[in-house]
Structures are given as structure tokens and as C-alpha cells.
Nanobody, 121 residues
Framework: QVQLVESGGGLVQPGGSLRLSCAAS????????MGWYRQAPGKQRELVAR???????VYADSVKGRFTISRDNAKNTVYLQMISLKPEDTAVYYC???????????????WGQGTQVTVSS
């Protein structure tokens, strides 16, 4: 079993900042790619940013220059620093991780429960 626990969401004014964290725990041998997705009301879930355990990063065009993804491999934790937030960034943000588990050495994908980010004045 692998669990992803997210924290750091909340209400922020336009132009403000937030930092999301997601810690993976459980029967993990290694986490591979970790990332953040978001889903706004009435819209499909979309990729925000993803980082491999080697440090390769992909960002959605809409967040480039404003969001920074990073990770601590020793802690199996991924972060998303968000600045210059806009109302259109309002969504539930989900952590995603692919992990190799010690149970059978297979790689599986996992999702966090989601954390709400609301950007409003």
C-alpha cells in the first residue's frame, strides 16, 4: 500500500503565492515520476507539472514562469511553489506518483486525495 498526503492548499488573493507538498509513504522501494494535476469545476483533470527522480521537468504552458516543481527523493516528497496566482488557477490540485513497491517490485501509479486552491479577491 502506498499513500500520498497533500498539504498547502487554501484561499489566496490574485498575485499571491502558495506552496503545495505531497509526501508518499508505505511499501515504497523507489518513487519515479511525481507530479501535480488540477481539475477545475466542469473541466477535465490536466497536468500542471511533473518531475522525474532524475530531475527532468515538464510544465503546462499556462503555469510556466509562475510555478516551480521540486522534489526530495530521500523523503519521497514533491513540492509545487506557485506565485503570481490567477483566478484561473482555482482548482483541486492532485498529487500523482509512480512508485516501485517492495511487495512485488512492480511500478504503479497513485493519486492523492486532492487539495483545494482558490484564487479570489
Amino acid at each position: 500500500q502506498v499513500q500520498l498526503v497533500e498539504s498547502g492548499g487554501g484561499l489566496v488573493q490574485p498575485g499571491g503565492s502558495l506552496r503545495l507538498s505531497c509526501a508518499a509513504s508505505g511499501s515504497i522501494f523507489r518513487t519515479n515520476a511525481m507530479g501535480w494535476y488540477r481539475q477545475a469545476p466542469g473541466k477535465q483533470r490536466e497536468l500542471v507539472a511533473r518531475i522525474t527522480n532524475g530531475g527532468s521537468i515538464v510544465y503546462a504552458d499556462s503555469v510556466k514562469g509562475r510555478f516551480t516543481i521540486s522534489r526530495d527523493n530521500a523523503k519521497n516528497t514533491v513540492y509545487l511553489q506557485m506565485i503570481s496566482l490567477k483566478p484561473e488557477d482555482t482548482a483541486v490540485y492532485y498529487c500523482n506518483a509512480r512508485a516501485v513497491v517492495v511487495d512485488n517490485w512492480g511500478e504503479y501509479g497513485y493519486w492523492g486525495q486532492g487539495t483545494q486552491v482558490t484564487v479570489s479577491s
